[in-house]
DNA sequence: TAAATAGTGTCTCTTAGACAATATTTG
DNA sequence: CAAATATTGTCTAAGAGACACTATTTA
């Protein structure tokens, strides 16, 4: 770094960012029943042919969406811009988890792709369906993606993608951004349940009763809903809390 | 990415490494006395001129080491060969930790650096002082660090890296890297305490009792040092145990 | 009133944290 | 023996997990 001289370093040929766009959906959704979730993932089919009509790179392959970076802005604008352009959200929780620049990752040459994640909301997610323009848009459960036919290293940025996520669901507050403002203790459950099966999180009484000590959360005085039982149940909601996840402190 | 044309895309004028090198030194060390430790960075400083005798640029400032990413290898197996050329040390806990490519931030154009921080126990820095060639290196504390006149970003990078290793001290078992194979209690503890001031760490008799019982260390049995103490003390390490971090659950 | 989910009572066991007291060395 | 660090004893309070039981509503 010294001594610099353009002709020196060979320089990639491109900057990317790649979004892996998650979502939870309700497997199914009643009146009175608490919901059963499941997580997705968002993901484009690539076209056919380009915009010179020859056919196009890893054609009719699935991928993340996602798209070359602006010299004017960071990779992590990049993939807020591209995430707003491909489902018409903003102030979504984006986060960057890795880089994939493997020599020969992408057949077009020394192409260095920034990897974000996304957490999506279901109701936000309606309004993609709106925005939704010719491209074949479609969202994979996380036990099915991985089968599919994916382009360029996708498969591997989807498997961190996925590995990231579990640890995230569990070990920050990132349920909070699968979830409305304010939740029952049952949809909070059946958004950790799509990540862990540990007892503690799938027995009611013990998951009822340890949402009210969790630091993070707080009970709404006196607001009850009953759109997961007959039996109007407490909401909840998220506060901004640090919390201690240090290995050699108790939690408090 | 649908439809790719070289000369559509701007590319980017440069693609590094940084690393951010961190190692633990004793403040002071006496016989039979627990140590006290202080976190250190290792920076080099910028030569004033570069290869053909021309003014550098950041000439004289303080730095991370680093360098540009050769097209056949990862910004990741380029930091590791850098640490090696630099530090002369190998199999040391490296981790990628931020993308720095605001725009702007190296007046060179537009340069894509990925940051990186190692954990170099002290035993193994004295190799350095070995293989230390012309260029000034030098370790700051860092409660220090930041005062100092640093080139490029380097200040927000460096910044970044030290709120990581706080948080990775911590939070994962990375203080194994800062100790020798065979520890006692008070050589973890006085590591732990160069990023927090809790009392359950503070406090010997509670840290002494808690290191029992933390399910990724164990003790070895019968063998003891004299090396902090004159009471023979006990020898404890790390042992390769998934920890539990999920802030659902209670530790176990 | 049956059915379903929410929430409480209670028991047992473990653990944290505080601090006092004891143990083991060296010089 | 004094000094220093390591380690155990002991008390208190809190919390987890298990599971039985109660509460509240709808159809």
Redesign the pocket.
Known sequence: MQQYDVKKYRTPDGYTSDIAVFSILPEKRE????PVMDLKLMLIKRSMTNSEGKLNIEAGKWALPGGFVDPAETAFQSAQRELMEETGVENIHLEHFGVYDAPGRDPRGWIISNAHFAIVPEHQLAKRQANDDASEVELFSVKEVLKLDLAFDHAEIIRDAISVIRHKLLETTAAKDFLPSEF???ELQAVLLTVTND??IS????F???IK?LPFIREITGK?T?R???????LYRFIDADVNTSLY???K
């Open positions: 009146m009175f029943k608490p029952t203790y049952s007892s503690a027995l009611d009484a013990a009822a009763r340890k000590s009850k009953t997961t039982s007959k039996k109007p149940t407490q402190h108790s939690r």
